[in-house]
């Protein structure tokens, strides 16, 4: 087979895929040309251009909607890996300072944020006064997109992930603690099972928390009617068990801040006690590990832990009649 030499004018630039990248997560010619700060006949010359120099269709165009073609989705698989190799390339040279200085990209799920940051945020500031930090606040996969992309540097969240690309660094095991009425049948001191989850309606969040998967694969599936419901926020969950409508799974690591209402009362499982791994995610194509591990080692000394332990904010001892 004879090999054709490639024109220069063929050759792919780093320009173009932004555009694709951003298309391809808002599947929205005006969203993404509003993200790429740019007119939407701006931002459509480029996505032909970029069909153009690739030879093939990446976009099917219909009447309000917007699709990606086979070829296209491939195309913006690898532009988003692309794009944050080319952050982290940058990053070399921005980030050869001390260890935790310059400007931190950090994304924290929502099960997680509420109840460490109040802590953490402070001790970091104290430790490192020229680290500025930028936050994200938001479910797994949207904070997956974003890491992989390189719009953020390092994700606090629950392990493991699906994503290869990932590195990772367990900090703490937190585990499910069985919220209930307060005037519940079982005694306080008493350690639960699954069959006494089981026998109660369950109270979950929303759709795309993990803490809500973990807490179904614990539990057992639920009749789907009740699958789509959910509430936003784990306080919301402690309103609804405080009022009687259920029972539900709290993280230990949200106790001290949840824990104010005399209306719920906690109790412990049966060991192997449900629970979930709690750590740091960062593109293991980043050049500042040095800066994770260093906060993975802060946030545990914040939270009085050691890596690889359970959290142990709440103390139930079983009684002798369990």
């Known amino acids: 087979m004879e090999?054709?030499?490639?024109?220069?004018?063929?050759?792919?630039?780093?320009?173009?895929?932004?555009?694709?990248d951003a298309l391809a997560r808002h599947g929205s010619f005006g969203r993404a040309a509003e993200e790429c700060a740019v007119s939407q006949p701006?931002?459509?010359?480029?996505?032909?251009?970029?069909?153009?120099?690739?030879?093939?269709?990446?976009?099917?165009?219909?009447?309000?909607?917007?699709?990606l073609t086979e070829a296209g989705a491939e195309i913006a698989r690898r532009a988003c890996s692309i794009l944050g190799a080319t952050r982290d390339l940058a990053d070399c040279v921005r980030h050869s300072g001390p260890v935790l200085s310059g400007t931190l990209r950090l994304g924290v799920i929502p099960t997680l944020a509420p109840y460490v940051l109040p802590l953490l945020l402070?001790?970091?500031?104290?430790?490192?006064?020229?680290?500025?930090?930028d936050l994200l606040e938001t479910q797994t996969k949207t904070l997956q997109n974003e890491l992989a992309q390189g719009t953020l540097d390092v994700l606090l969240l629950a392990l493991p992930l699906e994503k290869a690309e990932f590195e990772t660094m367990v900090l703490f095991s937190d585990r499910f603690l069985l919220a209930v009425p307060a005037d519940d049948p079982l005694p306080e001191r008493a350690r639960?099972?699954?069959?006494?989850?089981?026998?109660?309606?369950?109270?979950?969040?929303?759709?795309?928390?993990?803490?809500?998967?973990?807490a179904l694969i614990y539990c057992g599936e639920r009749d789907p009617v009740h699958d789509r419901l959910g509430a936003t926020s784990l306080a919301t969950v402690l309103q609804m068990v405080a009022n009687g409508y259920g029972v539900t799974l709290l993280p230990e690591v949200a106790v001290d801040v949840e824990m104010r209402d005399e209306r719920v009362k906690?109790?412990?499982?049966?060991?192997?006690?449900?629970?979930?791994?709690?750590?740091?995610?960062?593109?293991?194509?980043?050049?500042?590990?040095?800066?994770?591990?260093?906060l993975g080692q802060i946030l545990l000394k914040t939270l009085k832990c050691s890596r690889g332990t359970s959290l142990n904010l709440f103390s139930a001892e079983p009684s002798r009649t369990s």
Request: charged fraction near 30%.
């Open 3 to 20: 090999l054709q030499a490639i024109r220069p004018s063929t050759l792919l630039t780093l320009r173009q895929l932004p555009y694709l």
């Open 42 to 67: 701006a931002f459509s010359m480029q996505i032909r251009e970029l069909e153009h120099e690739l030879g093939a269709e990446l976009v099917t165009r219909r009447q309000g909607v917007t699709l």
């Open 122 to 133: 402070p001790e970091l500031h104290r430790r490192q006064p020229d680290l500025h930090l």
């Open 192 to 214: 639960v099972s699954k069959g006494d989850v089981d026998a109660r309606e369950l109270v979950l969040l929303e759709e795309g928390h993990y803490l809500r998967d973990q």
């Open 266 to 294: 906690l109790l412990r499982f049966v060991e192997p006690q449900p629970g979930r791994s709690i750590g740091l995610a960062w593109r293991s194509t980043s050049p500042r590990k040095t800066d994770f591990l260093e």
